[in-house]
């Protein structure tokens, strides 16, 4: 198998009158540059996972993600890349030929299996599981979004590459990047999480579940009211920001994850939550290949 090593992503430092006049300092770590094709927290997360198949000596790896996720555009990359075989269960009943997402997953000649919205709800059910493993004997199993405990051994190898810092801040949408930061920070460090779902109160427990750690930890909080409508929600001022941000900094946004973190972040700035001196590192976890997506909804 290829390397699964890369050169670690930059730090990028941004600069504005509003982060000078509040003594910020705020910093972005540019996952979205990590790795070639893959990007983001999806390649932290893919990566153990493709080292304990290989292990395992499994021939395929299988999945599961909605019709226009980034998991499945990560995965699909992956198994192209790796040259392994693949299965992903998309989240259905049809599939759109012309959805860029599903374009993509076909050129790399993923194995595509829609199914009914009923049907998808029993991806985490163990007995649903087990007839998925007997369909496909040698195939490694990763969850919806990549979270498992391989996962979270990436995303602890994010944590330590970073600097010395007061808080570190990213989006949350399965929960397994932050319970894998928070493996990977000192505990003096102030873990932030901004969840992009409704209604992710949810996630406090999915996290602890995740890494026990996070039971007896208290330096991480889960911030449920940017969430701007949903997941895959966002208003015209988020795509504003999102859009500003790219014009003046040079730094690349999509509004589903990234862009609702650092668009909730700066309003927190604004709102004087952070005390003076803070040292702040915001996660850009990728997930830019969405706005191909967004486009072809017509919605940006």
């Known amino acids: 198998m290829k390397t699964t090593s890369y050169l670690e992503s930059p730090l990028q430092t941004i600069r504005h009158p509003l982060l000078a006049a509040k003594k910020i300092e705020l910093l972005v770590k540019r996952d979205d540059l990590l790795h070639p094709t893959v990007q983001g927290n999806k390649w932290r997360k893919l990566k153990y996972n493709l080292v304990e198949l290989k292990r395992q000596q499994c021939r395929s790896l299988f999945t599961f993600g909605g019709a226009f996720s980034n998991h499945v555009y990560a995965t699909a990359m992956a198994s192209k890349l790796y040259n392994i075989p693949a299965d992903i269960i998309v989240r259905g009943p049809h599939l759109d ?11 790399c000649n993923v194995n595509l299996h829609p ?3 009923i049907e998808y709800r029993q991806r985490h059910d163990p007995d649903y599981l087990a007839l ?4 496909f004997p040698n195939a490694f199993i990763i969850p919806e979004g990549g979270s498992n405990q391989f996962a979270l051994q990436g995303c602890e190898e994010l944590a330590r590459s970073l600097p010395k810092s007061d808080y570190v801040c990213c989006a949350v949408g399965s929960g397994g990047t ?3 930061i928070l493996d990977g920070l000192d505990p003096s460090v102030q873990l932030i999480g901004f969840a992009v779902l409704k209604g992710a109160e949810y996630l ?3 996290i602890m579940n995740l890494n026990p750690k996070a039971m007896v930890q208290k330096n991480w909080q889960i911030l449920t009211q940017f969430h701007e409508g949903g997941y895959g929600k966002f208003s015209h001022a ?4 999102c859009q500003t941000m790219r014009r003046d900094h040079h730094l690349p946004l999509e509004p589903i994850y990234t862009g609702k973190m650092m668009y909730g972040l700066w309003q927190l700035i604004e709102q004087d939550h952070f005390p003076k001196h ?5 996660i850009h976890t990728g997930g830019l290949q969405g706005l191909d997506g967004l486009r072809y909804r017509q919605l940006i």
């Open 238 to 241: 988020l795509w504003q920001f």
């Open 115 to 117: 199914v009914t919205r």
């Open 278 to 282: 803070s040292q702040i590192i915001a």
């Open 178 to 180: 932050l319970a894998g």
């Open 132 to 135: 998925l493993k007997k369909r």
């Open 97 to 107: 030929a012309a959805n860029p997402t599903i374009r993509f997953a076909k050129a």
């Open 204 to 206: 406090n427990e999915e």
